[in-house]
């Protein structure tokens, strides 16, 4: 934060004194002006020095002869005025202060000449005011900075559970969900169901085509499933070609039709795969129940493995199908 100036803290209302003027003339300024000081100049109005009232009253309280005293020239009472340029900071300005102890801080420009004058008061009362401006600036920064902060934490936490290909919710994502989800399973007893979806031969694919054309593949499956899933449901890229979806209190029973969907669809499509059998992309899936009580399965990651072997059972069943287990005890029914 930038400092002040003396130039922007000074008062230029300044009374002066010529060296010939009388102390008499300098008690007439006290009086009539108020002024705590005067500053002496020459004809160029560069200051000579100081005379301060507590200067003056000091002085005639030790005098005898007051007619005398105020005969006497102003220059021989005056104490040197310490000067400082008006582009000097407040900060440099009270180091000054402190180290010549000076009530009085006579402001000039390059030249010399007077510019105004800076008392100890307008020093302190405008460094307090820079303290509690500073003050605020920093808390606004802080607050800012904190902000900034929050983002990027909520960005990167967004970021670590995204698959920036697809857009789809990654493993750990998926995770977080899923514990969530068989969390509320058993507190509410209802089943949900878990799908692994697989691309028939992407290896293939991607040797053939290359991995450009793969990842664009992986997008537009990705979208497919989207479109085929329900509102309630969940998507994940699961990795590599592998998709895994989330049906939160859902029956195999009722997932069948959801994973006909999802395998026709796709197929419907049409996109070219010259190296698979079916001459166009298409998705092997299974799905596993994490079955109500008495029959409930202990982990998720149980109803993912009974899901991994589903999928297995569709690609030795031919690929481009789904099955699934009725319950826990892996009763598998294949859709063909």
């Known amino acids: 934060m930038k400092q002040p100036t003396m130039y922007s803290i000074m008062t230029t209302e300044v009374d002066c004194l010529t060296p010939e003027d009388t102390l008499q003339i300098a008690m007439e300024h006290v009086v009539t002006h108020h002024r705590s000081c005067m500053i ?9 020095g100081i005379l301060t009232e507590r200067k003056l009253l000091h002085t005639i309280a030790e005098t005898a002869d007051y007619n005398d005293l105020m005969s006497h020239k ?54 307090a005011e820079m303290i509690e401006k500073t003050k605020d600036h920093l808390e606004k920064t802080v607050l800012k900075r ?11 936490a967004s970021m670590s559970l995204i698959d920036p290909l697809t857009g789809l919710g990654n ?33 293939k694919y991607n040797d ?29 890229r699961y ?18 039709t959801l994973m006909a969907r999802i395998v026709g669809d796709l197929a419907k499509l049409k996109i070219e795969h010259a190296k698979s059998p079916m001459q166009v992309v298409t998705t092997s899936a299974g799905a596993a129940e994490s079955s109500s009580s008495p029959k409930r399965l202990t982990t998720w990651r149980q109803v993912i493995e009974i ?24 009763e598998v029914v294949n859709s063909n």
């Open 307 to 330: 899901a991994d072997k589903c999928l297995y059972k569709s690609k030795e069943s031919g690929r481009n199908t789904y099955s699934i287990a009725e319950s826990n005890v892996q």
């Open 74 to 127: 102003c220059t021989a009472h005056m104490h040197e005025a310490v000067k400082v340029h008006e582009s000097t900071t407040l900060e440099k300005a009270l180091e000054l202060k402190n180290s010549l102890n000076a009530k009085h801080l006579v402001v000039v420009d390059r030249d010399g000449h007077l510019m105004g004058l800076i008392t100890q008061t307008d020093l302190i009362s405008s460094y």
């Open 146 to 156: 904190t902000q900034e902060l929050e983002n990027l934490n909520r960005k990167l």
């Open 40 to 48: 002496v100049v020459d004809e160029n109005n560069k200051p000579l």
């Open 208 to 236: 053939h085509y290359g991995h450009q054309k793969g990842d664009k593949v992986l997008q537009d499956v990705a979208n497919s499933f989207k479109e085929c899933i329900r509102s309630t449901d969940y998507l994940y």
């Open 239 to 256: 990795g590599g070609e592998e998709f895994l979806v989330l049906m939160p209190e859902t029956s195999a029973q009722e997932a069948k």
């Open 171 to 203: 493993r750990r994502a998926m995770q977080v969900d899923i514990m969530k989800t068989h969390a509320a399973s058993i507190r509410h007893d209802k089943p949900y169901t878990v799908a692994l979806l697989d691309i028939d031969y992407f290896k």
